[in-house]
């Protein structure tokens, strides 16, 4: 699991805004991207975050909020 401080101070490498951790995943909701986590290190490559459709968009935000 990510530690409180690097969660605070990591940023999607588009837009440099906040990212949230869902799961195994950092998601930006503004661009709709999703970076994996990999052994507890952050994949913040640009070419490997997955799209994310509205669907999955409303699952991630609802797990994001409970």
Do not use: F, T
């Not at 906040?18 to 950092?26: I, Q, R, S, T, Y």
Request: charged letters at 35%; aromatic letters at 4%; hydrophobic letters at 40%.
């Amino acid at each position: 699991m990510l530690d409180e401080k690097l969660l605070k101070i990591l940023v999607c490498p588009l837009d440099r805004g906040p990212l949230v951790l869902v799961d195994e995943l950092l998601y930006n909701p503004r661009l709709h991207k999703a970076y994996r986590i990999e052994d507890d290190i952050p994949v913040l490559l640009v070419d490997e975050a997955v799209d994310v459709g509205p669907e999955e968009h409303d699952r991630l935000m609802a797990r994001s909020n409970s």
